[in-house]
Antibody, heavy 122, light 113 residues
Framework: EVQLVESGGGLIQPGGSLRLSCAASGFTFSTYSMNWVRQAPGKGLEWVSYISSSSSTIYYADSVKGRFTISRDNAKNSLYLQMNSLRAEDTAMYYC???????????????WGQGTTVTVSS | DIVMTQTPLSLSVTPGQPASISCKSSQSLLHSDRKTYLYWYLQKPGQPPQLLIYEVSKRFSGVPDRFSGSGSGTDFTLKISRVEAEDVGVYYCMQTIQLPSYTFGQGTKLEIK
């Protein structure tokens, strides 16, 4: 079964750091680009960051640039998001999502994890 | 950044009746590779988003054929031919033509009458 499982969320004070993890299984992780997407309580979806399969290409939303770092370990089938200088507005459910693609089709984000909750509050 | 605008933001539909959601992008989503990078997702209560439609009109694996997508350029539509109770949730359109910033629509909440 294709699966993504996030972990590492929690309650953190403003200015603090947190590292999220996303464990992939059921597919060849090393061949897929990955994303982090977040959703503030009661709000819509916001793309956060993208990393290509080989880590050669990385992008961030302006809202997190300079504070968040995306990375992956293909040997461990894992995706990470290092979050520094956290702010109240970073409070959200964080999802990891796979970018599915074949020779013919590009599926966009076709597999999502259940998410991990990050709460930034004093 | 490309702005995605959905209408309506909410709709209430009687089971068995059709529903339609519009999504307009501030720039064309047609790429030079001739693909149009527009996607539709459904987020059911308490769940992560699930992919319904990719590249404007292609149904993802396992998606019922009552869901269909259409459109081109900057104007897109998701249609549900006969709404069922399990279709409740929030529908989002998303563009992936422009990195470094994928963007989602605001979401459209579908409720059953």
């Amino acid at each position: 079964e294709v699966q993504l499982v996030e972990s590492g969320g929690g309650l953190i004070q403003p200015g603090g750091s947190l590292r999220l993890s996303c464990a992939a299984s059921g597919f060849t992780f090393s061949t897929y680009s990955m994303n982090w997407v977040r959703q503030a309580p009661g709000k819509g979806l916001e793309w956060v960051s993208y990393i290509s399969s080989s880590s050669s290409t990385i992008y961030y939303a302006d809202s997190v640039k300079g504070r968040f770092t995306i990375s992956r370990d293909n040997a461990k089938n894992s995706l990470y998001l290092q979050m520094n200088s956290l702010r109240a507005e970073d409070t959200a459910m964080y999802y990891c999502a796979r970018e599915g693609t074949t020779v013919v089709d590009y599926y966009g984000m076709d597999v999502w994890g259940q998410g991990t909750t990050v709460t930034v509050s004093s | 950044d490309i702005v995605m605008t959905q209408t309506p933001l909410s709709l209430s539909v009687t089971p068995g009746q059709p529903a339609s959601i519009s999504c307009k992008s501030s720039q064309s989503l047609l790429h030079s590779d001739r693909k149009t990078y527009l996607y539709w997702y459904l987020q059911k209560p308490g769940q992560p988003p699930q992919l319904l439609i990719y590249e404007v009109s292609k149904r993802f694996s396992g998606v019922p054929d009552r869901f269909s997508g259409s459109g081109s350029g900057t104007d897109f539509t998701l249609k549900i031919s006969r709404v069922e109770a399990e279709d409740v949730g929030v529908y989002y359109c998303m563009q992936t033509i422009q990195l470094p910033s994928y963007t989602f629509g605001q979401g459209t909440k579908l409720e059953i009458k």
